[in-house]
Each structure stands twice: as C-alpha cells, then as structure tokens.
C-alpha cells in the first residue's frame, strides 16, 4: 500500500495525485494513524491488526474484526471511492465562495443528492470541535440575520421554522480576534442574557471588546474595555470598528446567496461552520487546509436519516 511523498498544491495535481486508490488509503491511513494502523472500533483501538490485500481492508486480531480506511469517518458506508471523496474535500476547503451540490455533482459524475449530502459530511468535518483559550486582546463581535421574513412564508413552512426571531430571520453571532480567527454559531435572538453570555464564554475578561451600537453589550463595560461605533453616524473610530467581522459577513453572505441560494434554517449552522473554517485557515494553502480537513473526519459519522430525518432510498 502506498503513502504520500509529496502533498499536491493545486486541484489538478489533486486530482491526478488521488486518481489512485491505492494512494487515497494511504494518505488517509497516514493522517488518522500516523504512528501506525490501530483498530477504530469503540472499545478496542489494538494495533494488533493485519492488512488482507486481496480485499484492501484491515482484520483486527484482538476483537476479530475487519475494518476499511473508512470506518470512523465521515465517508463509511460511502459506496462512493476515496477518489471522489478526496476531490470533493479539496473543491469545498478551496472554494473560498463554496461549491453548491449541483457544481459537485457535475465535477464527479454523481447525483445532485448524493453531492448533496456529501457537502454535509464534509461540513461536518469543518466544524470546530472544541476552543482551547478565549479570545483575547482587541476583539470585535457582532450579530448578522440571515434568511427570508416570515411574512412571505407558506404557514406550514414558517410554523416548522426554528431559531428564529421576530424578524423571521436566523441570527447568527460571530467574535473575532483581530489579525485572528472567527467564531461563529447561531444564536436564538440578539438579546441579553443570549449574546452577554456568548461574549464570557469566549473572549477572555479584561480584553478589548469592540461592538456595534447595539444596547446589549453595554453591561459588559465592567468586564471588557468595552467601545462601540454607531453605524448611523460613522463606521471607524479610532481602533474602534467592527470591519474584520464585517469581512466574514461579506464572505459568508455572498456563498449563501451567490452560491447556495437557498439554505434551510436547520441546516445553516453547517454553512456557517464551512465558512469559517475557511477563513480560519485563510493563511495557509490549498493543500495544508485540505490536508486539516480530511485529518478532521476522523471519529465522525453524519447518516442520511440524522441529517434529513429520511430514510435513504
């Protein structure tokens, strides 16, 4: 079985570097066991395990069980090849406006559903596990509304709708560290104690905290250097701005409606998340940020019926 030698730059060289599958295990097998191949069922993890070439899987000696590169991932039980797979993980983690179902489907040759639902795993892998620290130093946060007014909604439709205020709009919250990285979820309103709390959780108390006009934050001056600029009147003051938030809007707004077009309410924390994986990783290249990606799939598993509430079929 072959690794890696020398990771690809560009999607071309992706494209031919991965047209091998015998390639696609490898590197996968590398980043999720680099210390070599340990068996990824709960409860086991012996790295008592033999190699079966005929079949191009793994045979634990401990539990008697046999395993693919794919187990444990976003991609198991995926009948598609890690050929595929690994294109469609460089075509999103690249696209820096993302890649809709129907751009995906067309460049792998498969279904607009099936591109679909592999987007979603793939988004599932970008999402940020866990934050080591609070942000800290200057740091700017802001809320966005994303999505359509209720008012113009088919009743059916706005009723199964969540996290919603009442503009009829999802909000989404987002903190940044300035020259670093964005955190960004939905929240279900713009008011205390939702965004208050949000702020403690992630920015460490003492840092500068940088806002819009919004009445909300102002209980927070006892915690932060707090400054806000009022958008009616000027938008820079000083070291006082909101506009690296306001970049990430920009991005993340321009892929959900130049891109995406129509993102449901319950999936939109997945776009979010994509969005600012990418951005989080802006300083590195193509090949890197694929590379964290695919390293990110490891013990995850997204199945139709969780995602969609369906049965596959």
Excluded at 194 to 214: F, K, P
Excluded at 283 to 297: H, K, N, Q, W
């Amino acid at each position: 079985m072959e690794t890696q030698k020398a990771l690809p730059t560009t999607l071309m060289e992706a494209v031919k570097y991965f047209s091998d599958l015998s390639v696609c295990r490898g590197f996968l097998a590398h980043l999720r066991w680099p210390d070599g191949v340990s068996c990824p069922r709960p409860g086991c993890g012996s790295e008592n395990v033999g190699f079966i070439e005929t079949r191009k899987i793994w045979r634990c000696k401990a539990c008697k069980r046999q395993f693919s590169v794919k187990v444990g991932t976003i991609f198991e039980d995926s009948p598609l090849g890690l050929d595929k797979w690994l294109v469609a993980v460089w075509l999103l983690s690249s696209a820096k406006n993302g890649n809709s179902s129907y751009e995906l489907s067309r460049a792998l040759g498969v279904t607009q559903k099936t591109a679909w639902f592999m987007l979603h795993r793939i988004r599932l892998a970008m999402k940020t596990k866990s934050f080591r620290s609070r942000l800290s130093g200057e740091v700017e946060a802001d809320e966005t509304y994303i999505g359509g007014r209720h008012e113009y909604m088919h009743n059916k439709r706005r009723k199964a709708l969540s996290t919603r205020d009442d503009r009829g709009k999802s909000v989404v919250m987002a903190m940044i560290e300035r020259k670093g990285d964005v955190r960004a979820f939905i929240v279900p309103h713009a008011l205390d104690p939702v965004i208050r709390d949000r702020v403690r959780e992630h920015v460490q108390e003492g840092s500068r905290l940088y806002t819009d006009a919004n009445r909300t934050y102002r209980p927070l001056d006892v915690e932060y250097f707090h400054d806000f600029v009022d958008h009616t009147t000027a938008y820079v003051k000083g070291r006082v701005h909101t506009n690296s938030i306001e970049n990430f809007w920009s991005l993340l707004k321009r892929s959900l409606k130049g891109t995406y077009i129509k993102v449901e309410a319950p999936h939109l924390s997945r776009y979010v998340d994509e969005q600012a994986f990418r951005f989080n990783t802006r300083m590195i290249g193509d090949g890197e940020r694929f590379s964290l990606a695919v390293a990110a799939t490891d013990g995850l598993r997204l199945t139709y019926k969780d995602l969609t509430g369906k049965v596959e079929g």
